[in-house]
C-alpha cells in the first residue's frame, strides 16, 4: 500500500508541489482612491518578488516582510474585498518561511470564514497537502475533496478527485475511493490521471472479486501510452488476476512483457514470483526452475557471499522464490537441491516469521526424503524454535511425525514411541492418518506399551476398515491384549483373522498365539483343536513351530489321561526338534507307553533317557512296571538297569520292596552276584512275610554258590527253610539244596532234595531241572536204573528242555 501511494504521488509531483493560486483582482486606483488596496498591493508585490528570488536570503526578507504588511492589511481592513486572497498569500507566506503553525492557521480561517470559492480551494489543496505528506489521510481526502469542488477548473475537480479516492483507499475506505477513482477516468479533463486511477480502481474491484472488471482496466493501462513504471505494475497485476481467473497464458504473456521491457525493471522481481508460482499452480515443477533460472534475479549463492558477510541481508522477494524453486525441487525429486535452497531462506528471513517458519519445516522433507541420518536431532531442534509459537498447527504434528516414522524406519522403538505419543492425530492430513496409526501401533507394541497399541490399532481398524494393512493390525492388536492380560479379547481377535485368511503367515500366527493363550490358561482341549488346526491350515510351518504344535497336542492328550494317543505326537516333536523337545517328548512317550502297556518302547524310551541324563525325572511308577516286566520276559540286565533306577541304596526303606526283590532276581539271573548281594540285604532287612523272605534268602543262596562260597549258601538255604517255604520258594530251597549237596559229593542227600522237588512241585522252570539233575545223582550212586528212569520222565514230559552247559 505504501509503494502504491509513492507511485501515485511521484507520477503527479509537480501537481502536488505547488497550488494554484488565483490571481485577486485589483481596485482601479483611477475611479477611486482605496489606502486598503494600496496596502495590499504593496504586500503581494513583496510576497512575488520573494517568491521569484532564487537568493534563500533575499526570499525570506522579502516573504518576511510581505507576510508582515498582509498581517496589518487583515488587522486594519478584514472586509476589504482583497482579505480573502490576503488570508490565502499570508498563511503561504508564513508556510514559506517555517512558521507552518501559523501558516495553517490562517488556511483555516480562510475555510472557516469564506467555505467557497477559489480561495478556499487553494487553500484546502495546501492543508490537504500537509496531511497526505503526514499521512494523515482522515485529515486530507475532505479537503481534495473541497479543492475539487471550489477549484472552478475541470482540472482541479479531477485533481482533487485523484488524491481524495487516493487518501479514501488509503484508509480502506473503498466504497468512496473507487466511486472517485471512476469520475477521474470518467472526465474528460482526467486523461493525466486515468492510468493511475485505473491500477488503483482495479486493485480495489481485486479485493471484491470483480477480477474480470479489475483485469480489463489493467490490460488498458498495460496498452496505453503511460510510463514504463505504471505500464509495469499494470502487467503484474494483470497477471496476478489472469492467474487467479485461470488465464494462466495471458498472465504468463504480462509477466513476460516486464521481463523484456525497459522501464520495468522495478517489477521483475515480483513478476518472477508470479511467473514462477503461476507454474507452480498448474504443477509445472520443471516451469517453475526454468523460470527461476532464466531471470538472473538470484545469481548469488550463499557460498558467493563477500568475505566476512555471515549473513545476507533480508530479501522477502528472494525467499519468495527460492521457496518456489525449492518446493518445485522437491516435487521433482531433488531434495538435496532443495534442501540448499530452503535453508537459504531461513538465512533470509527472521525465524520468527512465516516463510522461515515453512522453509524450517520444508527442510525436514527433504531430510525425510533423503533419509538424513540426523533428521531426529533437527526435528528436536525445529521445535524447540516453532512448538510454542504454532502449537496448534499441523506441521508440527507431521514434524514429529517425520521424527517418528525415521526411528520406526531404523527399529529404534523406544526412542520412536515418545515422538508418537506427541503427535495429535487430528492435525495429520487424511491420507497420512491411517499409516501414522498402524505405525504407531506396531512401534508402541514393540516398545513395550501394549495399552497405547490397542488405542492405536484400534483407532486404525475402526475409522479405515478398507485397509490392506487391517489383518495385520488385528493380528497386532490380539498380541496386545495377550500381552495385557486380556486373553479373552485376544482370542476374539485371533478367530475374527482366521477367517479372513489374508495370508498364510497370518493365518498361522492366529491359529499358534491363539493355542499358546489357550495353553497358558490351561484349557487344553482348545488348546488341543487350535494347535491341529495350525497343523492342518498353516502353510510352511517352521520345523521349530511344527515341533511345537505336534508336542503340546501330545502333551495335551497325556494330561487329559488319553496318554496312549499322544505317542505320534510326541514321536513327530522329537523328531523335528530334538534340542528341544528329546527330554520332555521323551518322558510324556515313557508315560504313553507305560499306559499303554508297552514294554519295548518304554525300554526304548528309558535307555534314552538314561543316555540323554534325564531319567530322574522319569516317573518311578513306569520304571518299576518296565523292570518288573523285563524280568518276567527273561530280560534280566533290562530289569536290573531299570530297576536300580528307582532304588534308593543309602535309604533302602525308602525303596519298595518289590523293587528290591526284583533287582537282587535280575542281578542274580544276569551274572552278577557280588552286586545281587548288596541288594538281597535289603530285601531281608526290610522283609517282614516268611515267604517272600525265604525268596531273598533262596536268591542270596543262588549268589553265593555263583560265587563258590558254598558254606554261605548252604547256611543262606538252611535260614530260608526254617521259614517253612513252600511251592515254588520251596521248590526254589530245596533245589538249590541239592545243587550245594552234589557240588559237594553228596549225591545220596543231593538226590533227596531233588526227588522232593519233582514229586511236589509242578513248576515247568524248576521240575525239568530237577529231573536233570535227580538223575545225575543217582547216577553218581551208581543207580543207573534209577538214573534211567528219570531221564526218561524228563525226555517224556519236557522234550524241548536242554540243559544248561555246566
Known amino acids: 500500500m505504501k509503494r502504491s501511494l509513492a507511485l501515485l504521488l511521484l507520477a503527479v509531483s509537480p501537481v502536488v508541489a505547488q497550488a494554484q493560486i488565483p490571481q485577486a483582482q485589483p481596485v482601479d486606483p483611477a475611479l477611486q482612491a482605496d489606502p486598503a488596496n494600496d496596502m495590499y498591493q504593496r504586500a503581494k508585490n513583496l510576497y512575488d518578488q520573494g517568491n521569484a528570488s532564487n537568493d534563500p536570503d533575499q526570499r525570506l526578507q522579502l516573504l518576511t516582510l510581505a507576510t508582515g504588511i498582509f498581517n496589518q492589511y ?57 496531511h497526505l505528506g503526514k499521512r494523515e489521510y482522515a485529515l486530507a481526502a475532505p479537503l481534495f475533496l473541497k479543492y475539487a469542488e471550489n477549484g472552478g477548473t475541470p482540472e482541479s475537480l479531477v485533481n482533487g478527485y485523484f488524491f481524495a479516492a487516493t487518501s479514501y483507499s488509503q484508509l480502506n475506505q473503498d466504497r468512496q475511493s473507487a466511486d472517485l477513482f471512476r469520475k477521474v477516468i470518467d472526465h474528460p479533463a482526467g486523461s493525466l490521471y486515468a492510468p493511475q486511477s485505473k491500477v488503483a480502481l482495479g486493485k480495489l474491484l481485486q479485493k471484491t472479486g470483480k477480477l474480470a472488471e479489475a483485469l480489463e482496466l489493467f490490460e488498458t493501462v498495460v496498452q496505453s501510452q503511460a510510463s514504463p513504471a505504471l505500464r509495469g505494475e499494470a502487467a503484474l497485476k494483470a497477471a496476478l488476476t489472469a492467474t487467479k481467473l485461470g488465464q494462466n497464458d495471458l498472465a504468463d504473456r504480462y509477466l513476460k512483457l516486464i521481463a523484456i521491457t525497459p522501464g520495468m525493471e522495478e517489477f521483475r522481481s515480483d513478476a518472477v514470483v508470479a511467473l514462477m508460482a503461476n507454474s507452480f499452480s498448474k504443477k509445472d515443477y520443471r516451469g517453475v526452475l526454468d523460470a527461476y533460472r532464466k531471470s538472473g534475479v538470484d545469481v548469488t ?24 524453486a525449492g518446493r518445485s525441487s522437491f516435487q521433482l525429486k531433488l531434495p538435496s537441491e532443495a534442501l540448499r535452497m530452503f535453508r537459504q531462506i531461513e538465512r533470509l528471513i527472521p525465524a520468527q516469521e512465516d516463510l522461515a517458519y515453512q522453509a524450517a519445516y520444508y527442510r525436514l522433507l527433504c531430510f525425510y526424503e533423503i533419509d538424513g541420518e540426523h533428521l531426529p536431532d533437527q526435528v528436536d531442534a525445529f521445535m524447540q524454535i516453532y512448538r510454542k509459537s504454532h502449537a496448534n498447527d499441523p506441521r508440527i504434528h507431521t514434524a514429529l511425525l517425520m521424527k517418528a516414522e525415521s526411528l520406526f524406519t531404523r527399529k529404534a522403538y523406544n526412542k520412536a514411541a515418545p515422538a508418537y505419543s506427541e503427535i495429535d492425530v487430528t492435525q495429520i492430513s487424511e491420507s497420512t492418518r491411517p499409516g501414522m496409526l498402524f505405525n504407531r501401533g506396531w512401534c508402541l507394541s514393540e516398545a513395550g506399551d501394549p495399552q497405547g497399541a490397542i488405542r492405536s490399532f484400534s483407532k486404525f481398524i475402526a475409522d479405515y476398515p478398507k485397509e490392506p494393512q487391517i489383518p495385520t493390525a488385528i493380528a497386532k492388536r490380539a ?23 489374508a495370508s498364510a503367515e497370518l493365518t498361522t500366527i492366529s491359529w499358534l498365539e491363539s493355542a499358546r493363550i489357550r495353553r497358558d490358561e490351561g484349557n487344553l482341549a482348545d488348546m488341543i483343536t487350535r494347535y491341529r488346526g495350525l497343523l492342518e491350515n498353516g502353510k510352511d510351518l517352521s520345523v521349530k513351530v511344527e515341533a511345537e504344535a505336534n508336542y503340546f497336542i501330545g502333551w495335551g492328550l497325556a494330561k487329559t489321561n488319553v496318554a496312549a494317543d499322544s505317542v505320534p505326537y510326541l514321536e ?32 526304548e524310551e528309558i535307555d534314552l533317557a538314561m543316555t540323554g541324563d534325564y531319567s530322574d525325572d522319569l516317573p518311578d511308577q513306569s520304571l518299576q512296571w518296565a523292570g518288573r516286566e523285563a524280568y518276567f520276559a527273561g530280560r534280566y540286565a533290562i530289569a ?53 523272605k525265604a525268596d531273598a534268602l533262596l536268591d542270596k543262596g543262588r549268589a553265593l554258590m555263583a560265587l563258590k562260597r558254598d558254606a554261605e549258601s548252604r547256611l543262606a538255604v538252611d ?40 514229586s511236589f512241585i509242578d513248576d515247568r522252570d524248576l521240575k525239568p531241572r530237577a529231573l536233570w539233575r535227580l538223575g545225575q545223582a543217582l547216577g553218581k550212586t551208581g543207580d543207573s536204573a534209577g538214573a534211567a528212569k528219570y531221564e526218561q520222565q524228563l525226555l517224556k514230559e519236557f522234550p524241548a528242555w536242554k540243559a544248561p552247559a555246566e
Open 74 to 130: 487583515l488587522a486594519q481592513f478584514p472586509n476589504h474585498p482583497n482579505a480573502e486572497p490576503a488570508w490565502l498569500y499570508l498563511g503561504q507566506g508564513l508556510y514559506k518561511t517555517g512558521r507552518i503553525d501559523d501558516a495553517k492557521r490562517c488556511f483555516h480561517t480562510l475555510l472557516n470564514r469564506y467555505g467557497k470559492g477559489i480561495w478556499v480551494s487553494a487553500a484546502a489543496y495546501t492543508l490537504a497537502y500537509e
Open 301 to 324: 549463492d550463499m557460498a558467493e557471499l563477500p568475505p566476512g558477510v555471515a549473513t545476507p541481508p533480508r530479501d522477502d522477494k528472494k525467499a519468495e522464490r527460492l521457496m518456489l
Open 479 to 501: 498380541k496386545a491384549y495377550r500381552d495385557t492380560g486380556e486373553p479373552a479379547k485376544a482370542i476374539e481377535d485371533f478367530d475374527r483373522l482366521i477367517p479372513l485368511k
Open 572 to 603: 513327530k516333536a522329537r523328531k523335528l526338534h530334538p534340542e528341544t523337545y528329546k527330554k520332555h517328548a521323551g518322558l510324556l512317550l515313557a508315560l504313553g507307553y507305560f499306559t499303554a502297556k508297552n514294554l519295548d518302547k518304554l525300554s
Open 640 to 692: 536290573a538297569r531299570f530297576l536300580k533306577l528307582v532304588a534308593n541304596p543309602e535309604e533302602p526303606r525308602e525303596t519298595p520292596r518289590e523293587v528290591w526283590r526284583y533287582l537282587s532276581k535280575a542281578l542274580v539271573e544276569s551274572g552278577k552276584p557280588e552286586e545281587a548281594l548288596k541288594t538281597i540285604e535289603n530285601v531281608i532287612s526290610t522283609e517282614d512275610n516268611p515267604t517272600q
Open 719 to 758: 535260614a530260608a527253610l526254617a521259614l517253612r517255604p513252600e511251592g515254588r520258594i520251596g521248590g526254589g530251597v530245596r533245589m538249590l539244596s541239592g545243587e550245594l549237596k552234589l557240588r559237594a559229593g553228596e549225591a545220596g542227600a543231593a538226590a533227596g532234595d531233588f526227588v522232593y522237588v519233582v
